[in-house]
């Protein structure tokens, strides 16, 4: 399972980051009470992916979350503390400090390496850093499985103008695969996140072309589906992709795809009826959940 859970931060200033968006004193009047009803609203959706798989998922991968605090109250939630969730985090060079993350099962999963790959983005002879890509490596029932999770820069500054940062980070995630090809020229490889594009554009294209991976979301995208919409246009930027050995697998074998849209974490009447249910919509407190819905593949072993 993907989800990018939409700002998950404390209330606690962090003096290395600028998170004083969410804080107590800041426009969103971010609180106690609010943080805690969206560590409730982000476990629930975890926890109800359950009626669509009859599976609680063993890897679970985040995105917008601020530090290991907010993941350890997560998993410490009432809805996921049967689940024997731990996670891998590290903090990267984000300037508002939101990182990618994975929960895992610890009775399914078992971590063998876990690291990051920090990226810089050269544009007008300066170096941006955005979020880093993390890579972890682990054991499901002893055959090993390397997760990558992403997000890759937004598309705030326009689609064209933002396109050769997406693609920058989609080269590296090709470098990152083909190594671990290299060690394994039969890996089983799983590459989820918020790419900021959709399944047909050239970053995500490049990625299948390249890298002996299949993306099932791509059939997924329409008109009126997606994860995310913007000015009534609906976005599929949230996709999990497999390396191909996952079609043929007798240990693991690629079953369907989906993005996992329920009622209850869907706006349910207005305009914006059937779109996702998020926490914020400007500095209004809607109690939501995300801006994302998220996104998840099952197996069969």
């Given at each position: 399972?993907?989800y990018?859970v939409?700002?998950?931060?404390?209330?606690?200033d962090?003096?290395?980051t600028n998170d004083?968006?969410?804080l107590?004193?800041a426009?969103k009047?971010?609180?106690?009470?609010?943080?805690?009803?969206?560590l409730?609203?982000?476990?629930?959706v975890i926890?109800?992916?359950?009626s669509?798989?009859?599976h609680?998922p063993?890897?679970v991968?985040l995105?917008e979350?601020?530090n290991r605090?907010?993941l350890?109250?997560?998993?410490?939630?009432?809805?996921?503390?049967?689940y024997?969730?731990?996670?891998?985090?590290?903090?990267?060079r984000d300037?508002?400090?939101?990182?990618v993350s994975l929960?895992?099962n610890?009775s399914?999963?078992?971590?063998v390496l876990?690291k990051?790959?920090?990226?810089?983005?050269q544009?007008?002879d300066?170096?941006?850093?955005?979020?880093?890509i993390?890579?972890?490596?682990?054991?499901?029932?002893?055959?090993?499985i390397?997760?990558l999770?992403?997000?890759?820069?937004?598309?705030r500054?326009?689609?064209?103008?933002?396109?050769?940062?997406?693609?920058?980070l989609?080269?590296?995630?090709?470098?990152?695969?083909k190594?671990?090809?290299?060690?394994?020229?039969?890996?089983?490889i799983?590459?989820?996140?918020?790419?900021n594009?959709?399944p047909?554009?050239?970053?995500?294209q490049?990625?299948?072309?390249?890298n002996n991976l299949?993306?099932p979301?791509?059939?997924l995208?329409?008109?009126?589906?997606?994860?995310?919409?913007?000015k009534?246009k609906?976005?599929l930027?949230?996709q999990?992709?497999?390396?191909?050995n996952?079609?043929?697998?007798?240990?693991f074998?690629?079953?369907?795809?989906a993005?996992?849209?329920?009622?209850?974490?869907?706006?349910?009447k207005?305009?914006?009826?059937?779109t996702p249910?998020r926490s914020?919509?400007?500095?209004k407190?809607l109690?939501g959940?995300?801006d994302?819905?998220?996104?998840?593949?099952?197996?069969?072993g």
């Open positions: 399972m993907f990018n939409e700002n998950l931060f404390d209330t606690i962090d003096p290395i004083n968006e969410f107590p004193n426009k009047h971010w609180s106690t009470r609010k943080y805690k009803r969206k409730k609203n982000i476990a629930s926890h109800r992916i359950h669509d798989t009859n609680i063993f890897i991968g995105a979350v601020e605090s907010v350890q109250d997560l998993i410490n939630q009432d809805e996921l503390r049967d024997n969730f731990d996670y891998v985090h590290f903090d990267s300037a508002r400090g939101i990182d929960l895992f610890k399914l999963f078992e971590i876990s990051t790959f920090p990226i810089d983005i544009q007008n300066l170096s941006e850093p955005t979020r880093d993390l890579c972890v490596k682990g054991l499901f029932h002893n055959n090993p390397h997760v999770v992403n997000h890759w820069p937004s598309r500054e326009g689609v064209k103008e933002t396109a050769f940062k997406r693609l920058h989609s080269q590296k995630l090709n470098s990152i695969v190594t671990i090809y290299e060690e394994d020229s039969k890996a089983n799983i590459v989820m996140g918020d790419f594009d959709n047909r554009n050239d970053s995500l490049n990625l299948v072309l390249n299949f993306n979301f791509t059939k995208w329409s008109w009126n589906s997606g994860t995310l919409i913007h009534r609906w976005y930027f949230d999990i992709l497999l390396s191909k996952f079609k043929t697998s007798h240990f074998k690629f079953s369907s795809a993005i996992f849209n329920p009622s209850f974490i869907q706006v349910q207005g305009k914006f009826k059937g249910k914020y919509a400007g500095d407190h109690a959940y995300s994302h819905f998220p996104v998840y593949v099952s197996m069969k």
